[in-house]
């Protein structure tokens, strides 16, 4: 079964600063991957995706992802964080031969101090 | 073009009542998949519709319901209502046929079960 785990639940960084949020997945087949963000009282908003092409993977937002298949892991990464980055992110994957199903982690709520 | 929209936006019900959420598609979206989320964890899927049949189910039981309609717009019911269910629905709209069939969150429903 697929599985995912955010490491952290919490995580403070301040403005300016290296972001790092950690993922790491289960699966019995290359997935497909994925990185969400939800601000407070909003849907989900996509990040990024891995999709079996490049393994480095950049998205919006100046946010960026590497899938290692050695490590399971496809953590994100921003360079600076900026206040607005403020809120929650979810990893998430799902099979490659599924249509649907998107499988969560707990997320990670970032708090970025000034 | 137009993104996944829901109604209503917050709904407040007692235990034992009956509830139904509603979702419109994205323009050009075959696909509806259903989430709940609860406060403070990651989405948990639900079940997806296509071509106005249940594609998949999580582990959810029978008295969540949906429909999907010729339009592709869709509905979620849930029926004899407990304290659990209270959490944020969400629906996303995604397209078959799409390579990696990226799934497009709506803003959620909240719903309130007291």
């Known amino acids: 079964a697929q599985s995912v785990t955010q490491l952290g639940s919490h995580v403070s960084v301040s403005e300016g600063a290296l972001v790092l949020l950690r993922c790491n997945y289960s699966s019995s087949v290359p997935p497909y991957l994925f990185w969400y963000v939800q601000y407070p009282n909003q849907g989900l908003q996509l990040l990024l995706k891995y999709t079996s092409a490049a393994t480095l993977v950049k998205g919006i937002n100046g946010f960026e992802a590497e899938f290692k298949k050695s490590e399971t892991s496809f953590h994100l990464t921003k360079p600076s964080a900026h206040m607005s980055d403020a809120a929650e992110y979810f990893c998430a994957v799902k099979k490659i031969s599924n249509t649907g199903k998107l499988i969560f982690g707990q997320g990670t709520t970032l708090q970025v101090k000034p | 073009e137009t993104g996944v929209t829901q109604s209503p936006t917050h709904l407040i019900k007692t235990r034992g009542q009956q509830v139904t959420l509603r979702c419109s598609s994205q323009?050009?979206?075959?696909?509806v998949s259903w989430y709940q989320q609860a406060l403070g964890q990651g989405p948990q899927f639900i079940f997806q519709?296509?071509?106005?049949?249940?594609?998949g189910r999580g582990n959810f039981p029978p008295r969540f319901s949906g429909l999907q309609f010729p339009n592709y717009s869709s509905e979620l019911n849930v029926n004899a209502l407990e304290l659990d269910d209270s959490a944020l629905y969400l629906c996303a709209s995604s397209s078959v046929g799409d390579t990696d069939n990226e799934q497009f969150f709506g803003p959620g429903t909240r719903l309130t079960v007291l």
């Open positions: 323009s050009g979206h075959n696909t």
């Open positions: 519709y296509y071509r106005e049949e249940e594609n």
